[in-house]
C-alpha cells in the first residue's frame, strides 16, 4: 500500500465485501501534507479522517471482489406493483371510481381504467417520488462508503387495511457498518432527503386544494373520500404551509397534497428514535449507552399517544416484531471510534425536522 509512508500503524480487517483499514498518521502529514494528499486520490476507495485521542486516523475503504448481483426483476416488478396499488387508491381519493371497485370482476376495472389513471397518478408519483428519495438518501450514502446494500424494495398492498395501497419502501444492508459515523450518516440521509422532496409536494398540493366554509364546521386538513370525511393532524410543517397557502382556513386536500402529508408522516415515523428505524440508528451512533433506555421510553410515549390516535398501537407493535421483541441495536465494527464532533449539528437537524414533522394524532376518521 503506497499510502505506509505516511502512517505509523495501522490494522486491515478482512469483511466479506469490502477492505477496512484504520491507520494512524504520521504527525508531519496530518494536515494533510501535500504528499499525503495525492497518495489519497490515488486511492481506489473512499476514506475520512477520526480524530482520536491517540491521533489523527484515516479510515480507508475499498470493494472486495465483484459486486453483489442485484435481482432487478423483483425491485422493478415491487415498484410496478406499487404504483398500481397506490394509483389505484388515489383514484378512490380523488373520487374517479368507487371504493367498493377492488371488489368487482376485471373486466369491471378495465372499464375503469381511463377515469383511474390521472387523478390516480396524481397521487401514487409524488408518493412514490418521495418514498424513492428517501431509500435513495440511504442507498447512495451507504455507496458512498462502498458498503454492500440492496436497492429500495417496495411495499405494495390492497387497499385494506391502509387505503393508501402501500406501507412504504426499504432498502437492505447486506453488511456490517464499520463504526457509528457511518450508521449515523446512513440512517439521517433518507429521512432529509425524504422530507426535501415532501416539502414542494405539499406546498403544490395546498394550492390545488380547496378551502372549506367555515360554516361547515371543519378545521385542519380534510380528506373527503366516497363521502367520508378524514381529518389528517397538523404537524408544524403542515400548518406553517397552510397558513402561508390559505392563511390557517381549514382545506379539502388534492391528492398531490395527501401525498405530501404522508411523506411528512414517513419522516417522523423513520426518526422516531427506536430499534432499528432511522432514529434508532441516529441515536445509537451518538448515544450508543442512552439507546435502549431512550427507545424504551420513546416506544412507552408511543403507546401513550395511542389515546389519540389507535395507529400509534400499530407502529408501537411492529417496531417489536421488527426489532424481534427488543429495542436495542446491532453493534458496529468499531464501536470505540469517537463520534465525529463535525456530525454535531446534525443531530440537531435530526431533532427539528422530527419536530417540524411530528403529529400526535395524524388521522381522525
Do not use: C
Not at 172 to 189: E, K, M, P, W
Request: glycine letters at 8%; proline letters at 7%.
Amino acid at each position: 500500500m503506497e499510502l505506509t509512508r505516511y502512517l505509523l500503524a495501522w490494522r486491515t480487517i478482512q469483511l466479506r465485501d469490502r477492505e477496512v483499514v484504520d491507520a494512524l498518521v504520521d504527525r508531519a502529514h496530518e494536515a494533510p501534507s501535500p504528499e499525503l494528499a495525492q497518495a489519497l486520490r490515488a486511492w481506489t476507495g473512499s476514506w475520512y479522517w477520526s480524530d482520536e485521542p491517540g491521533g489523527r486516523h484515516l479510515v480507508l475503504t475499498r470493494r472486495l471482489g465483484p459486486p453483489t448481483r442485484e435481482r432487478w426483476l423483483v425491485h422493478v416488478a415491487l415498484f410496478l406493483a406499487t404504483l398500481a396499488t397506490t394509483t389505484w387508491a388515489g383514484a378512490v381519493i380523488a373520487g374517479a371510481i368507487p371504493d367498493d371497485a377492488s371488489a368487482r370482476f376485471l373486466a369491471d376495472a378495465v372499464r375503469q381504467a381511463a377515469a383511474t389513471f390521472g387523478p390516480g397518478l396524481a397521487f401514487s408519483l409524488p408518493l412514490l417520488g418521495i418514498l424513492l428519495a428517501h431509500e435513495l438518501g440511504h442507498y447512495v450514502t451507504a455507496r458512498r462508503y462502498n458498503l454492500d446494500v440492496s436497492p429500495p424494495y417496495f411495499i405494495p398492498v390492497p387497499l385494506v387495511p391502509t387505503f393508501i395501497g402501500t406501507m412504504g419502501a426499504f432498502i437492505r444492508l447486506r453488511t456490517v457498518l464499520s463504526d457509528r459515523r457511518q450508521l449515523f450518516d446512513v440512517g439521517l440521509a433518507g429521512p432529509i432527503a425524504g422530507f426535501v422532496a415532501a416539502v414542494p409536494v405539499l406546498l403544490v398540493g395546498l394550492v390545488l386544494s380547496q378551502p372549506l366554509s367555515s360554516l361547515e364546521g371543519m378545521r385542519g386538513m380534510v380528506l373527503q373520500v366516497e363521502g367520508d370525511r378524514i381529518l389528517l393532524g397538523d404537524s408544524i410543517v403542515t400548518l406553517g404551509l397552510r397558513w402561508l397557502v390559505h392563511g390557517g382556513a381549514a382545506v379539502s386536500l388534492h391528492p398531490v397534497a395527501f401525498a405530501g402529508t404522508l411523506g411528512m408522516f414517513v419522516t417522523m415515523i423513520n426518526l422516531m428514535p427506536m430499534a432499528q428505524l432511522d432514529g434508532g440508528h441516529i441515536l445509537y451512533a451518538a448515544q450508543p449507552r442512552l439507546h435502549r433506555r431512550a427507545a424504551l421510553a420513546f416506544w412507552l410515549v408511543v403507546l401513550g399517544l395511542g389515546h389519540w390516535w389507535v395507529g400509534w398501537y400499530l407502529w408501537a407493535g411492529l417496531v417489536l416484531v421488527l426489532s424481534r421483541g427488543r429495542l436495542d441495536h446491532p453493534t458496529v465494527l468499531d464501536a470505540y471510534r469517537p463520534f465525529p464532533a463535525s456530525r454535531r449539528w446534525l443531530l440537531w437537524v435530526a431533532s427539528v425536522l422530527f419536530l417540524l414533522t411530528f403529529a400526535p394524532a395524524p388521522f381522525k376518521m
